[in-house]
């Protein structure tokens, strides 16, 4: 589609007459976090990455505001209107990578409704190859600059790691133990813990694995590395609570 013509289509008139530049020259941006939004900036400002992310996070935590109060409704948010427009696109606003336990659904967590997340799901909310890539692969392809590694209080995977680490299991299907060696790392100095208080230890080592998922994104791919530094791209940590439905972001970036 020839951008002028989009310009002229939903950008307001004045903003096009104060144009003083050649469309070639234009820096453009669609990214946004709603659907519809159109982004301007000129030429010599630097777009801030961090604004989007910002924005993305607030929206976010609104949701989950609404879902924790019981007045969260995902039902209006995937009218059969709203699937007819996301049929040839999508501009996921927030990136979630978080736990499949089925206690803990982002969209409805956080109330939004389809076309707005893009959520990748995996046993404790591990960090391998393949949710990287799927974290790039919406990060480039979107555009979307935030992202949100997702755990929740009484984790099953976390917790079936720390008895490993209390009773090792030989039986253990590898599959199941390339998880609970993922967790592993970031949970062995609380072994100990567990035989005083039992949950505080599982507690504490939620947010130790959610904190280690985070700096795997952050540190183990150039892509994201990339994008952090020049586009930012922000990364944090959270935890979901199946006690009060509440969604705590910690160790939140200054943006």
Do not use: W
């Not at 995902?74 to 499949?100: D, H, M, N, Y």
């Not at 956080?110 to 909310?125: C, E, K, S, T």
């Not at 590395?225 to 940590?237: N, S």
């Amino acid at each position: 589609m020839n951008l002028e013509r989009v310009i002229a289509a939903l950008a307001p008139t004045d903003v096009v007459q104060r144009a003083s530049v050649e469309i070639s020259d234009l820096a453009y941006d669609t990214r946004a976090v709603g659907p519809g939004a159109l982004f301007f900036c000129v030429p010599g400002e630097r777009h801030d990455g961090h604004a989007f992310a910002r924005e993305a996070l607030e929206r976010l935590r609104e949701g989950n505001r609404r879902f924790a109060s019981g007045q969260g409704n995902v039902a209006r948010l995937s009218t059969r209107t709203r699937r007819a427009e996301l049929v040839t696109r999508q501009e996921p606003f927030a990136i979630i990578l978080g736990c499949s336990d089925s206690r803990v659904p982002a969209e409805h967590v956080f109330d939004q409704g389809l076309g707005d997340l893009f959520v990748i799901r995996v046993a404790g909310n591990i960090v391998a190859p393949s949710q990287i890539g799927s974290v790039e692969f919406a990060a480039e392809r979107f555009g979307t600059r935030l992202v949100v590694v997702l755990g929740h209080s009484r984790c099953g995977a976390v917790v079936a790691t720390l008895e490993e680490l209390r009773r090792p299991c030989e039986s253990q299907s590898r599959n199941l133990r390339s998880i609970v060696d993922r967790i592993r790392p970031s949970v062995e100095g609380l072994a100990k813990e567990l035989r005083t208080d039992v949950d505080v230890c599982v507690s504490e080592a939620v947010r130790a694995n959610v904190r280690a998922s985070a700096n795997q994104l952050r540190h183990g791919s150039e892509l994201l590395e990339q994008l952090i530094e020049h586009d930012g791209l922000v990364i944090v940590g959270a935890e979901y609570s199946l006690e009060t439905g509440v969604v705590d972001v910690f160790d939140p970036p200054r943006l």
